[in-house]
Nanobody, 125 residues
Framework: QVQLVESGGGLVQAGGSLRLSCAASGRTFSSYIMGWFRQVPGKEREFVAAIRWSDSSTDYGDSVKGRFIISRTNAKNTVYLQMNSLKPEDTAVYYC??????????????????WGQGTQVTVSS
């Protein structure tokens, strides 16, 4: 069974940085797509970034492109989301997601089968 556990959320001032981690277990993830989504109460889940485990190809949502960086490490089976130049509008619960797929460009939450529990990120102005 795939398990995804996020960590690294917290409170940060606008302009600051945070790094989120997603520890993945239960599978060999070399054939998986790993994604980050975020959600604000009352709004739909928004695609943030994705990485194809096999070759580290990446994809970013327009609102975070140039500020956020997704990466992964084999040694720890962990996916990271480095968030820089944070804005108050980045405040949300951030979720890690995974799916057995070789396709990069999966941006809908229904494209992902496995989800973590989420971690809160709050950016103060």
């Amino acid at each position: 069974q795939v398990q995804l556990v996020e960590s690294g959320g917290g409170l940060v001032q606008a302009g600051g940085s945070l790094r989120l981690s997603c520890a993945a277990s239960g599978r060999t993830f070399s054939s998986y797509i790993m994604g980050w989504f975020r959600q604000v109460p009352g709004k739909e889940r928004e695609f943030v970034a994705a990485i194809r485990w096999s070759d580290s190809s990446t994809d970013y949502g327009d609102s975070v492109k140039g500020r956020f960086i997704i990466s992964r490490t084999n040694a720890k089976n962990t996916v990271y989301l480095q968030m820089n130049s944070l804005k108050p509008e980045d405040t949300a619960v951030y979720y890690c997601a995974a799916d057995y797929s070789s396709r990069i460009g999966l941006r809908r939450d229904q494209d992902y089968h496995y989800w973590g529990q989420g971690t809160q990120v709050t950016v103060s102005s």
